[in-house]
């Protein structure tokens, strides 16, 4: 704004130099080496054309598109997603973006198939052309004979049919069919996704990602604003849902805009997490406040993440600590990440201070492989069901039973079919899933039996491949 406001003073029309201002920006944004700023430039130029039109009185054109749209383009702003007719459109595949993008993520909660990255070829096909996209596996099929694109109409028809009877029975436990309850909780970062979550049958929230309230600011929230965005949406769940807590998880792929951090060669390896937290100690104690604040509306936990050392472990809770009696209020429950190799491995030591775990699967597995999983050549070697992580996994959920602690899993492969029951056989008590999952992964598992889930993680411990791993748990059709 200070930017746009010079120009202005200097003659320049408001439209101009908003132009001109946010244009600049988003080209700077743009050529940064960290992928999740670079991508944040088209959200800069998806505001900015917004505030633009406004400033000039121009109305946006509505699109309108055929039944059974899969829209091809170079790229798609947050606003395009928000303004989709989901009833025409059904899918979409993109040239630029990642997996971390706004427009991903989105895409993600809203449950539509999706493709980013793909090659430029796709958009000299003609419109109307017949094409199967399938997001699970990032494909898009040209020329499918009639025969197949009626098949895929008919599978799309089956799981929309199970979809609905999926969410008729929602708000029911997650009982397998010999007697064994596993909690079904929602992954989120916002009220809005809270809101969902209830209507899905959520039993709580297993992963509030406060990093995002910091992401989306200028600079960070205040303790209040915190405090009142941690009640509302305790006040949403109510007071038997518990809602646990992660503090802020920036640093790596997620850095903040308003935070001078020094150049990593190895972010990811680097001061991230709660590292960050120890090394902003004021950021840090401002969010424990809020959460010990926000605690009294509902049933929240606090949880620390990247935690690799004891040291690190006592030394956030030294510092929840202080500020409790500082408040006088009463103890939270206290968990940790499991998404340091160091901390599955120290999982039984590490039980005793803490209530519970939950086990970060795609940290965990990226830093097991050591792959990145943003690499754009090694991203789909990235697998959390490979059986060096299966062992990890199993490794902490046993640490913590000999204190008598549960275990969770908050990471991509607790949303995932195949993975749901070998999790559930290693013993792990608690999935927190993609919104959108809750419904289906309450019907999976009153699908299965406690015993099969059983002998299914001890065939994959013993396994060699993920893909061997996933050939156990055939996916559904």
Not at 117 to 144: C, F, H, Q, S, Y
Request: with cysteine; charged share 25%.
């Amino acid at each position: 704004m200070d930017i746009a406001t010079s120009a202005i003073n200097k003659g320049k029309s408001a439209a101009f130099a908003w132009q001109q201002t946010y244009t600049t920006q988003a080209a700077q944004l743009a050529q940064l080496d960290n992928e999740l700023l670079a991508e944040r430039a088209n959200d800069i130029r998806d505001v900015g054309m917004r505030v633009l039109r406004i400033l000039t009185g121009v109305e946006a054109t509505e699109q309108k598109y055929p039944q059974n749209t899969i829209l091809l383009a170079e790229d798609l702003t947050p606003s395009d997603m928000a303004n989709l007719d989901r009833e025409r459109v059904v899918g979409f595949c993109t040239l630029a973006g990642g997996t971390t993008s706004h427009v991903a993520i989105l895409a993600r909660s809203m449950g539509i198939p999706a493709i980013a990255g793909t090659e430029p070829r796709v958009l000299d096909l003609a419109n109307g052309t017949p094409v199967i996209l399938d997001g699970t596996k990032g494909t898009l099929r040209l020329n499918a004979p009639t025969e197949e694109i009626e098949r895929t109409q008919s599978l799309i028809a089956k799981r929309k049919a199970k979809q609905a009877a999926d969410l008729q029975t929602a708000f029911g436990p997650a009982v397998t069919q010999d007697g064994h309850q596993v909690e079904i909780v929602a992954n989120i970062g916002s009220l809005k996704d809270a809101e969902e979550a209830v209507a899905l049958g959520t039993e709580g929230v297993g992963l509030l990602r406060t990093e995002f309230i910091f992401m989306e600011r200028s600079k960070a929230p205040t303790e209040d604003e915190q405090t009142g965005i941690y009640r509302s949406i305790a006040e949403v769940l109510g007071p038997d849902k518990p809602m646990i807590v992660r503090t802020i998880d920036v640093g790596g792929d997620k850095p903040l805009p308003y935070l001078a951090m020094a150049h990593e060669e190895n972010p990811f390896l680097g001061e991230r997490g709660i590292r960050l937290g120890f090394d902003q100690p004021e950021l840090q104690r401002t969010q424990l406040r809020a959460i010990l604040r926000a605690s009294t509306a509902g049933k929240l936990r606090v949880m620390f993440p990247m935690i690799g050392r004891m040291e690190e472990l006592r030394m956030a809770k030294a510092m929840l600590e202080e500020e409790r009696q500082k408040l006088n209020l009463p103890p939270v429950e206290v968990g940790i990440m499991i998404e340091v190799p160091s901390a599955a491995v120290m999982a039984e030591q590490l039980a005793k201070e803490v209530d519970f775990f939950s086990v970060g699967t795609n940290d965990l597995t990226q830093y097991t492989l050591a792959m990145d999983r943003g690499h754009p050549k090694l991203a789909p070697f990235v697998d959390g069901l490979h059986p060096a992580v299966l062992r990890l996994i199993d490794q902490a959920v046993k640490g913590a039973q000999r204190s008598g602690k549960w275990v969770g899993v908050c990471g991509g492969i607790g949303s995932d079919p195949q993975a749901i029951p070998i999790l559930i056989g290693l013993g792990v008590k608690e999935l927190s899933v993609s919104v959108s999952m809750i419904p289906a992964i309450k019907a999976q598992v009153r699908s299965l039996t406690l015993d099969h889930c059983q002998i299914l993680a001890s065939q994959a411990l013993d396994l060699e491949t993920a893909a061997a791993v996933r050939d156990l748990v055939p996916l559904p059709e």
